[in-house]
């Protein structure tokens, strides 16, 4: 079925007063938000807030002015109330990343209410038989709302290449269900969440985006747009074009193309306002070779995918960058990829990466995930200098139950 992305370009996205004429431009394409918003609906706006670090200047989060703007246009259709809701990032406190990143002062100027996730139940829902999950618990508060809006910011990422609307609805889980995601295979699960859970309306911020070693560790993108659309699919489809990333290389979509929903067929998906041409932009990847300056790490790569050799070599250098000398390991041979083997890696200590190295599950230093998540990585290797693990322990990441 034929969809539309609208797109706008603005010309500061830290400006306030822009990024406002950008929403207003927005919503004029998509439609006025009294014809889209029943009035007196409640309203839930899901942001991106993957950090409790102020950090949504350099691209990582969902902009604040982005959210004031759409929750300012929003208000125009006069809701019963309008929540802005996270469940952030493993590891990460929800309430730290809405006070470090300015929230707290977007709702008392607006009346907008925030809403940290994990506060409230969760429902199970079931997902495709055939698939990996089988259900999966989503938060009943975004299950409620009359009117629900997916509101990520645009940014590349180390395991799904880009993380747009698609990916943003994890957010939308439980913690178990965030490391399950990681243990049974992210971005199908991405996928298989994203047919049962479908937004109203996906609003990206493309005011400031990200490139590079996301969803952290990149560069700031001036990319000075917003976009909106109906279908996740779709709006992440186009968000790749202008990114210069061919969407087949996007796990998340590739999935659901697989899966059959969503509209992927670019002839199909209307563009509104600007073209792609006129804000194409192309983005730096997430896809550095595999090389950390430490003598006392061996890398065995058995043909690994880039999830799993970008994610290693991003925890290890997110180490050296907090000042954990890798020179004090003993001697280590990290496997990842399925064709790796370690049998001649004796005399050291052998790490497999990664659910392509099962094999090695036995083996204490063996770190779970496909991909394994990028901190528990790195809590591999503290444990190896002695240092205390910042995210639990690693037992808490095998998921085995489907």
Avoid at 86 to 107: H, L, M, R, W
Avoid at 327 to 336: A, E, M, Q, V
């Amino acid at each position: 079925m034929p969809t539309s992305v609208a797109i706008v370009k603005g010309t500061n996205g830290r400006d306030l007063d822009d990024v406002r004429h950008m929403m207003t431009d927005l919503f004029a394409l998509i439609g006025p938000a009294s014809k889209i918003i029943p009035r007196e609906s409640r309203v839930l706006i899901k942001v991106n807030l993957t950090s409790e670090d102020k950090l949504w200047d350099k691209g990582i989060l969902t902009s604040p002015l982005f959210t004031r703007a759409l929750v300012e246009e929003i208000q125009k259709a006069r809701p019963s109330e309008v929540i802005i809701a996270e469940g952030a990032a493993v590891g990460q406190d929800t309430k730290k990343a809405f006070a470090a990143n300015s929230y707290p002062e977007i709702a008392r100027a607006t009346g907008a209410r925030l809403m940290d996730l994990y506060d409230g139940k969760h429902r199970e829902v079931k997902t495709c038989a055939d698939g990996i999950l089988k259900t999966v618990r989503i938060s009943e508060e975004v299950l409620k709302a009359d009117f629900f809006i997916n509101a990520p910011v645009l940014k590349t990422h180390f395991a799904s290449t880009l993380t747009g609307a698609m990916k943003n609805l994890k957010g939308t889980t439980t913690y178990d269900e965030k490391k399950r995601f990681h243990y049974l295979n992210l971005n199908q699960a991405v996928a298989e969440l994203n047919q049962v859970l479908k937004p109203n309306l996906i609003v990206i911020d493309g005011t400031i985006a990200m490139e590079g070693d996301g969803p952290v560790a990149g560069n700031p993108v001036e990319l000075n747009l917003v976009m909106a659309g109906t279908d996740a699919v779709a709006v992440d489809t186009i968000a790749a074009r202008i990114m210069d990333i061919d969407p087949e290389e996007v796990a998340p979509l590739a999935w659901a193309k697989k899966m059959g929903f969503g509209v992927w067929d670019e002839k199909e998906i209307r563009i509104l306002g600007n073209s792609i041409r006129e804000v194409f932009r192309p983005f730096k990847r997430s896809c550095a070779p595999l090389k950390i300056d430490s003598k006392k790490i061996d890398f065995i790569d058995g043909q690994a995918c880039n999830a799993c050799r970008d994610g290693l070599r991003i925890a290890l250098e997110r180490l050296q960058a907090s000042g954990v000398d890798l020179d004090k390991l003993p001697d280590l041979k990290i496997s990842l990829g399925a064709k790796a083997i370690l049998e001649d890696s004796k005399g050291c200590v052998q790490v497999p990466i990664g659910n392509c190295q099962n094999q090695y599950r036995h083996l204490p230093n063996f770190v779970p995930g496909c991909p394994p998540p990028t901190f528990l990585m790195a809590d591999e290797i503290r444990e190896l200098l002695g240092e205390k693990r910042k995210f639990g322990e690693k037992k808490n990441f095998f998921m085995d139950k489907g």
